[in-house]
């Protein structure tokens, strides 16, 4: 069986919904917390938990599973598991659309092969104009400079 540790593809990030501890919640993650301070909260409120248990992650799928079934924060570790995974995508997925040379398009309104690499990361619903925004105020500072600049 396979160890539940995400395993990076080419793209370099965990795109397999078995690397996912809880695939449902890792989608809500992606749909639901639209804003960098509902990201943010919910980070605060799982990874402590997560960090501090992260040992309990090595193993099979059932295994893990099994292990944070009968612990008492096993479900926050879980989901700090998943959403530590759910960002990485989105990192990913937002610096696919900066890179030299990129079309430069405001966010969720991407055209063309900027549409195409993050429908390549969006594993969670295979879109290209959905991400949740959780750039920091200095990631919209140098996007918009970006955009202002034709992409250069």
């Avoid at 690397?19 to 409120?45: P, R």
């Avoid at 960090?51 to 479900?75: C, S």
């Avoid at 966010?107 to 429908?119: I, M, S």
Wanted: glycine share 8%; charged share 25%; with cysteine.
């Amino acid at each position: 069986m396979p160890s539940v540790t995400a395993q990076a593809n080419s793209l370099g990030v965990a795109l397999n919904k078995g690397d996912y501890l809880d695939w449902d919640y890792s989608v809500s993650v992606w749909s639901d917390l639209q804003t960098g301070s509902e990201f943010d909260k919910e980070w605060d409120q799982v990874m402590p938990a997560y960090e501090t248990h992260q040992d309990l992650i090595a193993g099979t799928r059932d295994e893990v599973l099994q292990k944070l079934a009968n612990h008492p924060q096993g479900d926050l570790i879980k989901r700090g598991h998943d959403l530590r995974l759910v960002y990485d995508v989105w990192k990913d997925a937002y610096r696919s659309i900066l890179p030299p040379g990129a079309k430069a398009q405001p966010w969720n309104q991407l055209t063309g092969w900027n549409c195409t690499y993050v429908k390549r990361r969006n594993i969670f619903t295979g879109g290209c104009n959905d991400m949740p925004d959780w750039r920091t105020e200095a990631d919209i500072k140098n996007h918009n400079a970006f955009i202002a600049r034709g992409g250069k």
